[in-house]
């Protein structure tokens, strides 16, 4: 059985979230959406929960940090090619996001990224293995 990841994130409009991140290209499962939560479809075995805070409060019981503020998570996700990474970044700041930080060019690693419009941060990757440095 293959494994599955949910990364679950407070948001403050869950109608807000779901139109910047379909901005982006993601669609979301209207089985597992509703008025309090929508899960969106990044691949086959990767979902984002956006949960309201409210929701969002039922399943911890510590109070929710303000990723606005802080980070204790940066999302990251492959690319197959900097001109898609190039391309997702984009698109997020067309649709509100901010950039937290300039694009990052290792040579045979390549990625930027953005905070999402409550503030969690999201990184987009390529990776050339070709031109990785070889294992110690």
Not at 62 to 88: G, K, Y
Not at 99 to 128: I, K, N, S, T
Request: glycine content about 6%; proline content about 6%; overall charge negative.
């Amino acid at each position: 059985m293959n494994k599955q990841i949910f990364v679950n994130l407070p948001v403050k409009d869950l109608p807000r979230s779901k139109t910047f991140f379909s901005a982006l290209g993601y669609t979301f499962n209207p089985q597992f959406t509703n008025d309090q939560g929508a899960c969106m479809v990044i691949s086959e075995n990767i979902f984002t929960m956006l949960l309201t805070e409210e929701f969002f409060k039922t399943f911890i019981n510590r109070p929710i940090s303000s990723a606005h503020e802080s980070a204790q998570v940066i999302n990251c996700l492959s690319c197959e090619s900097r001109e898609e990474v190039d391309a997702i970044v984009a698109k997020a700041v067309a649709a509100g996001a901010t950039l937290p930080r300039e694009p990052q060019d290792l040579g045979f690693m390549y990625g930027h990224g953005f905070a999402d419009l409550d503030g969690h941060l999201w990184e987009f990757v390529y990776m050339d293995m070709s031109a990785a440095p070889p294992q110690a």
